[in-house]
């Protein structure tokens, strides 16, 4: 399911988005971990 439009792109917008995207996946699933009772 590679999407070949991404080679269209800058690398470094490739890179911003995926650091973007990671941040934002861990920061939520970091709150969720933070508010369950372990």
Known sequence: MFD???L???WATLVT???GYIGY?????????H???H
């Open 4 to 6: 070949v439009s991404l």
């Open 8 to 10: 269209n792109l800058p």
């Open 17 to 19: 988005l995926t650091s």
């Open 25 to 33: 996946f861990i920061a939520n699933v970091g709150l969720k971990d």
């Open 35 to 37: 508010h369950k009772t």
